[in-house]
């Protein structure tokens, strides 16, 4: 098992940015793919989008992609989620998990944080 740790979700006017950390321990970080998921209310928890293991390749849902950037540093343990031109319709909790397989494979993370709220204001 690795252990997750979201931070830096927040409020934030549309338009704006936000940068999402998440701080893993526990097994080798690098052995897993890594994904952020969100949930907002009333709604399903959705795939934001994913890396894998190395950092090489990143996949990302349709409504963030051109606005939101995924990125790893195995050396700190960290996954990133860099989030720009943030409209209302993101506000939702946010998750990173982890899975020792393909990024892509949505139902197989079975590693989950916390949740780091954020807020998009309109």
């Known amino acids: 098992q690795v252990q997750l740790v979201e931070s830096g979700g927040g409020l934030v006017q549309a338009g704006g940015s936000l940068r999402l950390s998440c701080a893993a321990s526990?097994?080798?970080?690098?052995?897993?793919?890594m994904g952020w998921f969100r949930q907002a209310p009333g709604k399903e928890r959705e795939f934001v989008g994913g890396i894998s293991w190395s950092g090489g390749s990143t996949y990302y849902a349709d409504s963030v992609k051109g606005r939101f950037t995924i990125s790893r540093d195995n050396a700190k343990n960290t996954v990133y989620l860099q989030m720009n031109s943030l409209k209302p319709e993101d506000t939702a909790v946010y998750y990173c998990?982890?899975?020792?397989?393909?990024?892509?494979?949505?139902?197989?993370?079975?590693?989950w944080g916390q949740g780091t709220q954020v807020t998009v204001s309109s």
């Open positions: 526990g097994r080798t970080f690098s052995n897993y793919a």
């Open positions: 998990a982890a899975s020792l397989h393909s990024a892509t494979m949505t139902y197989k993370y079975d590693n």
